[in-house]
């Protein structure tokens, strides 16, 4: 099983914003909002006194998104991507509301949240398209658990910078190399109290649900091995 991995060298990024345009275009993203971004910053350390630095979901292995989703439409996969799930998602806002990188949004035409998913719904396959896009190839995608893979001779051969809320470790998969600038940026944040409460809700009923199911299956089962007896009343019994 791959587990798939972006890597960008945030030093490389000239803000063509490139990766952005080309998401937007591949994936159907409403205008007005986007699925990744790249983030300019004053930094005096530069030529430029600018930083730069490219992102998106950060498809973390500690994903409170996932907590946050009453449906289990937002899920992580075994491949390490978090993925939503758009047949299940019912646009209630709860994993948007509980993203510390504000990494999601709410599509105006499909009513249901939507992300960066690596362009596997629009392109399976093929690298993602701000990776195909990049003219410095700031961006690197890959299998980290194939030795041949790019993306895991990166890993292996430089210091590696995640971008983390303070007091909450999501754990993102996605990853800086040597340096970037900003990392305080993402705010821990937590679900709404009623979004929250509708989790275990959806599981009680799924469970219910379930149970009925069960028992309407026990009584057409018990029908096929053990009829009915046939009852002795008869017309000619039928005395007046």
Request: proline share 9%; net charge positive; aromatic share 6%.
């Amino acid at each position: 099983m791959s587990r798939y991995v972006m890597v960008v060298d945030s030093t490389k990024c000239i803000n063509c914003k490139a990766c952005v345009v080309a998401c937007q275009q591949r994936n159907k993203v409403p205008f007005g909002h986007s699925r990744n971004w790249v983030r300019e910053t004053v930094d005096a350390t530069t030529p430029l006194g600018k930083s730069f630095q490219p992102g998106a979901c950060m498809h973390c292995r500690n994903p409170v998104c996932v907590d946050a989703c009453p449906t289990h439409a937002t899920y992580a996969d075994k491949d390490g991507s978090v993925v939503i799930d758009p047949a299940r998602c019912i646009g209630c806002g709860g994993c948007i509301a509980a993203c510390p990188y504000n990494a999601r949004y709410k599509n105006n035409v499909t009513g249901v949240a939507d992300k960066c998913d690596y362009c596997r719904r629009s392109t399976p396959g093929q690298s993602p398209a701000c990776v195909q896009i990049c003219p410095v190839h700031c961006r690197v995608f890959g299998d980290a658990d194939n030795p041949a893979d790019p993306v895991a001779r990166l890993l292996e051969g430089n210091t590696l910078v995640h971008v983390t809320p303070v007091g909450c470790d999501t754990k993102p998969s996605l990853t800086y190399l040597k340096r970037t600038v900003p990392t305080d940026w993402p705010q821990a944040r937590r679900t709404p109290p009623m979004l929250a409460a509708l989790g275990p809700a959806a599981t009680t009923v799924k469970w219910l649900g379930g149970l009925a199911l069960f028992g309407v299956v026990g009584v057409f089962v018990k029908q096929l091995v053990l009829p009915s007896a046939p009852s002795s009343h008869s017309e000619g019994d039928d005395r007046s």
